[in-house]
């Protein structure tokens, strides 16, 4: 899948802001001005990313099924890389072939 | 209610224009004054602009509270509105640049992709782009399949866009605020400017936006200058100046820069809309044009009492409007059927329906 | 002492807004009222009666002009603009109808100016020390509640405004007459017949709109702000008896986010004061269909205090 070789960062001039609280994370993404309510997936995605820049699908797909102790049925890799688009599509996160 | 010093009522937009010449100039002010003046900056949508000028020369954090508090509340809404404008731009490039249709962000949104420092504060309700005259009808297909939707003109306004106008009617995405202008050229079919847009594309150069393009700095500037005739909008015109003037500040520096705009101007046949954009900045902003520059353009203007009157006439309209006046002059009215018609070719009988129709209308739009 | 509305006599109060403006305090801001209108002026003398009254020359930072439309069509109901910076932002409405299109309009310019508050959709009132919101959201009857509550010993901050300082998330009143609609002017008649109820304006865009005018202290006491204690939806059933739902944390979030005026203007700023407040308050549903039934569970919830919430 092409998805797997790209690597994935925040977007130049992105800055996200994150909040726990009890029943969810929020999130305020300061370069679009707009405010996400994030699954734990999501949430956990954008941490790895955000601490890592420049992680592949695969690796980061590998990391959250560690993270969240799930195994590959319940995450598949084409979950994730959907999910990565998605993100990317809210410009949260950026892909690149670099 | 007028500012009054020592008794004598004070132009506030003299004061107003000072000010934007120079924010130190604003220290001697009364807070009655600064009411005046704040009201007459967010009345021709330059409070923010003002503010950002006051922040660059460190002005403002000596301002009264009250003055700092507008001015920086004016920063935070326009400041929005840029980032909205930019989320569009970027939407529609996701849209267009997979379509192959090439993309050249126009006035708001190419000042932002610049960096140009005022770009900020425009109060902006649209995002202006230029697609190749060949790839309208696609772009427009291409964005409606997307997900955006065609505003609700009537008939004669659809007819109008399509017969007399640069561009389709807007399009606006449910749920966001700006609307999208997709243009083909930067004037109308039938007028007597007619800028060749090959050369356009030619001149432009690629943004920090991978996908969207912007006109070259001298092509930026002629779209400004003509914008100054062609914009029926009755309440944005002194910031229209201004952005010629922020350009030519930012431009003017660059070398080459000068003789490459008299150029462009004399290619596209725009050199006289030029020289009324730098004629009416000096005589409302203060601020000059390269001798050389300015004998070259006036090689192009009209006979004496024809040029007298449109300096007038420029000088009047594009001096921003006092708030206190009500009902307000409608002194663009005139203008507009003069300018029209000049530039146009369409007989002030048929001008007058539509331009009703369209200042009734915009009259009952919100200020910005 | 300050001065008040409630000192000057009608003749003067009709002079100034005819001529130089009559100017009050209605904290946090100042603002500039003219107009020609008898009734009008007689409208806002009995609202505002226990407003300070300013220097018309000082700064203020809201000025409004409701003048008569210039009589174009002669048989045409006669109409009243709200003019502000020299521009008219809304349609005209029937002369007789300026008092609510000047309540509406200043909403409205408040909303967009003042950008250095969150301004949430919120009526707000307080005890104790401890404020609470009450968000506006459909069938909420916060109005009404809010207005109950200020009749029975509660300071009233706001009927539609939840006004946030973004540097500490505490609330700052902004307190103005609070527009009944319909079936509440009847509901807070009945409830407190003593309460000042402005007059009736039928037909307008909302229905029939009437001002009610909150008791002195509360302008008295415009300048304090204070911290919420308590979010609470309030939710009114016919019929029904007073129940309060704990709702979470990230509802309760966007809840108050997306009913916001100026969230997404004021961006990061208002993410940081809407988690502060979210984390400082307790929140709840409160299903209520009548209003002492509502005051007896408002008070347990603001006497629950707030556990530590994640």
């Known amino acids: ?98 | 209610m007028s500012a009054r010093r020592d008794g004598r009522p004070v132009r506030v937009a003299a004061t107003l224009l000072g000010a934007l010449r120079s924010p130190a100039s604003l220290r001697t002010l009364e807070l009655p004054e600064w009411e005046v003046l704040l009201s007459c900056a967010r009345r021709n949508a330059v409070l923010a602009y003002l503010g950002e000028r006051s922040t660059a020369a460190g002005e403002i954090d000596a301002f009264p509270p009250q003055a700092q508090k507008a001015m920086r509340a004016a920063m935070t809404a326009v400041g929005r509105l840029a980032q909205l404008a930019r989320w569009e731009l970027e939407r529609v490039r996701r849209v267009l640049a997979p379509a192959g249709i090439p993309v050249i962000a126009l006035k708001g949104g190419a000042y932002l992709l610049r960096g140009l420092p005022h770009a900020r504060t425009r109060p902006m309700s649209d995002v202006d782009v230029m697609v190749p005259h060949a790839a309208i009808d696609a772009a427009e297909e291409a964005l409606l399949e997307a997900g955006w939707q065609g505003t609700k003109v009537d008939a004669y306004d659809q007819a109008y866009y399509r017969r007399w106008s640069h561009e389709i009617p807007p399009l606006q995405f449910p749920g966001r605020l700006l609307s999208v202008d997709v243009h083909h050229t930067i004037c109308p079919p039938v007028s007597r400017l007619r800028p060749d847009p090959e050369r356009f594309w030619a001149n432009s150069q690629p943004s920090a936006m991978d996908g969207v393009r912007l006109l070259s700095p001298p092509d930026s500037v002629l779209h400004a200058a003509v914008h100054l005739f062609f914009d029926s909008d009755f309440d944005g015109r002194f910031r229209d100046l201004v952005d010629v003037h922020e350009m030519l500040e930012a431009f003017g520096r660059e070398a080459g820069f000068w003789p490459a705009l008299v150029e462009s101007a004399r290619l596209q046949g725009l050199a006289r809309p030029l020289y009324y954009a730098c004629v009416t900045r000096r005589t409302v902003l203060g601020a000059a044009t390269p001798d050389d520059v300015l004998r070259e353009l006036e090689r192009n203007r009209p006979a004496a009492p024809v040029d007298a009157w449109m300096k007038r006439t420029l000088a009047t309209l594009l001096t921003p409007a006092d708030p206190a006046d009500w009902p307000p002059a409608h002194r663009g009215l005139l203008w507009l059927m003069y300018a029209r018609s000049h530039w146009l070719r369409m007989p002030p009988h048929l001008l007058v329906p539509h331009l009703v129709r369209k200042s009734f209308r915009r009259w009952r739009s919100p200020s910005g | 002492m300050t001065a008040t509305l409630a000192g000057l006599a009608p003749g003067e109060v009709r002079r100034r807004m005819a001529a130089e403006g009559l100017a009050l305090r209605m904290q946090p801001i100042t603002v500039r009222v003219r107009s020609p209108i008898r009734a009008f002026a007689a409208q806002i003398h009995a609202l505002y009666r226990d407003y300070e009254v300013l220097d018309p020359r000082d700064y203020a930072d809201v000025d409004v002009r409701m003048l008569p439309v210039p009589g174009v069509r002669r048989f045409a109901r006669p109409q009243v603009q709200f003019v502000v910076d020299g521009v008219t932002p809304f349609e005209g409405f029937p002369l007789d109808h300026a008092l609510p299109m000047f309540e509406w309009g200043l909403n409205w310019v408040f909303v967009h100016r003042m950008h250095e508050y969150l301004v949430l959709h919120s009526s707000v009132v307080e005890r104790d020390g401890r404020a609470v919101l009450l968000p506006a959201w459909p069938g909420s009857g916060k109005s009404t509640l809010a207005a109950s509550l200020a009749v029975r010993g509660w300071r009233y901050l706001s009927d539609e405004f939840g006004v946030i300082a973004t540097d500490s998330a505490r609330v700052v009143p902004f307190v103005r007459p609070a527009a009944l609609k319909n079936a509440s002017i009847g509901v807070m008649r009945a409830f407190a017949p003593d309460s000042f109820i402005g007059p009736l304006f039928p037909g307008t865009r909302k229905g029939e709109v009437a001002h009610f005018s909150t008791p002195a202290e509360n302008v008295r006491r415009g300048g304090e702000s204070v911290d919420v204690a308590a979010i609470v939806f309030p939710d009114f059933q016919a019929g029904e008896a007073a129940t309060a739902e704990p709702l979470a944390s990230s509802a309760t979030f966007l809840k108050l986010a997306g009913n916001a005026f100026n969230y997404e203007t004021v961006g990061a700023r208002a993410f940081a004061a809407v988690t502060a407040i979210v984390r400082r308050a307790t929140s709840h549903i409160l299903r209520y269909g009548d209003l002492d039934d509502a005051h007896r569970a408002l008070d347990a919830i603001i006497a629950q205090g707030k556990e530590p919430r994640a």
């Open chain 1, 1 to 98: 899948m092409a998805g797997a070789a790209l690597r994935w960062r925040l977007p130049p001039g992105q800055r996200l802001l994150f909040e726990d609280f009890d029943d969810g994370i929020l999130m305020f993404d300061a370069l679009v001005g707009s405010t996400h309510l994030l699954s734990a997936t999501s949430a956990e995605a954008l941490a790895l990313v955000v601490d890592t820049p420049g992680l592949t699908g695969l690796e980061i797909h590998r990391r959250l099924l560690d993270r969240l102790a799930l195994d590959e049925a319940a995450l598949p890799f084409a979950a994730v890389d959907e999910l990565l688009w998605q993100l990317e599509n809210l410009n949260l996160l950026a892909a690149d072939a670099a």
